[in-house]
């Protein structure tokens, strides 16, 4: 399949969008329905692209920690195998991707101390 029918069909027969209207072929899907493309005519480095499933550049939704860490190697010239053609080797640390949750207040990380601190409060009429 080709990227540009792609983009095509989702930003209307315009082809604009974030990728100014790359073509390419479709070398494989992640878990979250992101689509990498390539097409070596382009420039190293430029040839290589993902058509996130849910795109939203408006508010900024879809960001790089959506890319899984296979695909990432990709992506970055670590390796010419995509995962479809040479899947990882399962190890029992690996775990199953998530996205940054910074962006969202209720599901960020919230560092806590365990430290006492160095200066209590202290309540007016209460014994100390």
Avoid: C
Wanted: proline letters at 9%; charged letters at 25%.
């Amino acid at each position: 399949r080709s990227g540009m029918s792609s983009v095509s069909a989702e930003y209307g027969s315009s082809g604009i969008n974030a990728e100014y209207g790359r073509y390419g072929d479709l070398v494989g899907t992640d878990g979250q329905g992101n689509e990498y493309y390539q097409n070596n005519d382009y420039f190293l480095g430029r040839n290589r692209w993902v058509q996130y499933k849910e795109p939203n550049w408006l508010i900024l939704k879809s960001d790089a920690s959506d890319i899984p860490a296979e695909w990432h190697a990709w992506m970055h010239y670590m390796s010419d195998d995509t995962p479809v053609t040479k899947p990882p080797a399962e190890r029992k640390f690996h775990m199953e991707h998530r996205p940054n949750m910074s962006p969202i207040f209720n599901e960020r990380y919230t560092p806590s101390t365990t430290t006492k601190p160095k200066v209590e409060s202290w309540t007016p009429g209460q014994p100390q």
